[in-house]
Nanobody, 125 residues
Framework: EVQLVESGGGLVQAGGSLKLSCAASGFVVADYLIGWFRQVPGKEREAVACISRMGGTYYGNSVKGRFTISSDNAKNTVYLQMNSLKPEDTAVYYC???????????????????WGQGTQVTVSS
């Protein structure tokens, strides 16, 4: 059974840090493109960071220089290190995956087949 479980969300003050985890089961992360997305009420779900099976990465313009995506193949887990957090980062963060045979990156939600249930990140002023 393919499953993605996010964890690590919570309440943090502006300027603080948080590390999210996406634990995968039922498939091998190394064979998939993994993306972190976030969504707030009334807005479209947006790509935050993605990592390909080759290790290539993508970052949304709003998080460049602040967030880092990484993977640990031994643990079959993908992480999102979030630094210098801003109130605008407040959202539900989702982990998504899609099997791929190429090193390409996909940044729209429709490009992904599997999704976690999300974890809430709240950044206070």
């Amino acid at each position: 059974e393919v499953q993605l479980v996010e964890s690590g969300g919570g309440l943090v003050q502006a300027g603080g840090s948080l590390k999210l985890s996406c634990a995968a089961s039922g498939f091998v992360v190394a064979d998939y493109l993994i993306g972190w997305f976030r969504q707030v009420p009334g807005k479209e779900r947006e790509a935050v960071a993605c990592i390909s099976r080759m290790g290539g990465t993508y970052y949304g313009n709003s998080v460049k220089g602040r967030f880092t995506i990484s993977s640990d193949n031994a643990k079959n887990t993908v992480y999102l290190q979030m630094n210098s957090l801003k109130p605008e980062d407040t959202a539900v963060y989702y982990c998504a995956a899609v099997k791929t045979m190429t090193p390409g990156i996909r940044i729209i939600p429709d490009g992904y087949d599997y999704w976690g249930q999300g974890t809430q990140v709240t950044v206070s002023s």
